[in-house]
């Protein structure tokens, strides 16, 4: 399974954006797995932001439930990220995940979202 992510960017402080991750390869895997965003700001580590499992079930870090929301198209072949209301402390590279059943991560390539003051 690959992973891209896209839709990072600068924004002022309050603003908007939505982050994009497309998954490819076997369609078994993509169908089975459980998808989640990760960030990782400078100087700090990598922390999960949001996940989403394949019954619909999701998860949020404390530091961003009520702004952002994670979802899932019908194919489960594509996970967005919806980021409102955002704070320069969201300030960081996004990292698309897939949690397959086997217990391993596959990762896609980070996107940059800067939220300026």
């Known amino acids: 399974v690959q992973l891209q992510a896209s839709g990072g960017g600068l924004v002022q402080a309050g603003g908007s954006l939505r982050l994009s991750c497309a998954a490819s390869g076997s369609s078994l895997s993509i169908r089975s797995m459980g998808m989640g965003w990760y960030r990782q700001a400078p100087g700090k580590q990598r922390e999960l932001v949001a996940s989403?499992?394949?019954?619909?079930?999701?998860n949020y870090a404390d530091s961003v439930k009520g702004r952002f929301t994670i979802s899932r198209d019908g194919a489960k072949t594509r996970a967005y990220l919806q980021m409102d209301s955002l704070k320069p402390e969201d300030t960081a590279v996004y990292y698309c995940s897939g949690f397959l059943p086997s217990g391993i991560n596959v990762w896609g390539h980070g996107t940059l979202v800067t939220v300026s003051s």
């Open positions: 989403i499992f394949v019954r619909g079930t999701t």
